[in-house]
């Protein structure tokens, strides 16, 4: 938040406060029948509104600002992780091969690995009765299911 933003927003929000206390009186003047006292009222009134309009055009303001300094900001940034980038590319290429392989595991594959072929899956088994395993681990058939008997009297 800059300067301009924090003067705008205190300016703005005071008038509008200050602004209450001649309309309070224009309401009294109102009751009164006083018209005089009313227009006075009202010009007050007028003039801490229109300061309060000019504060948020300065506020306003500051806000452009302040975001047109973070889009700078952020450029910048970005500016400077692409370079850091292309630094480090540099550096990858001079330095060749043998630097980028370091910290890396290498995986040599054998003749005689390379003519095996993998292994068959084993046939699924389809017809299979389905089993309940016990709490000892041990399986045993599922209980054959007898129709439910149900009895009602009244």
Sequence with gaps: MNVQMMDGLLGASSNIKLAGTPMSVYRQASAEGDTEKMKRALGYTGECTE??????????????????????????????????????????????????????????????????????????????????????GEASALPVETEANISFTA
Excluded: F, W
């Design 51 to 136: 300061k309060a309009v000019e504060y948020q055009e300065k506020l306003d303001e500051g806000m452009k600002a302040e975001a047109k300094d973070e889009r700078e900001k952020a450029e910048l940034e970005q500016e400077a992780a692409v370079e850091k980038c292309r630094e480090e590319h540099k550096r990858g290429e001079e330095n060749g091969p043998a630097d980028r392989l370091q910290g890396t595991d290498l995986v040599q594959i054998s003749e005689a690995a390379k003519d095996n072929k993998p292994a068959e899956p084993a046939e699924p088994v389809i017809d299979m009765e389905p089993v309940i395993y016990t709490p000892a």
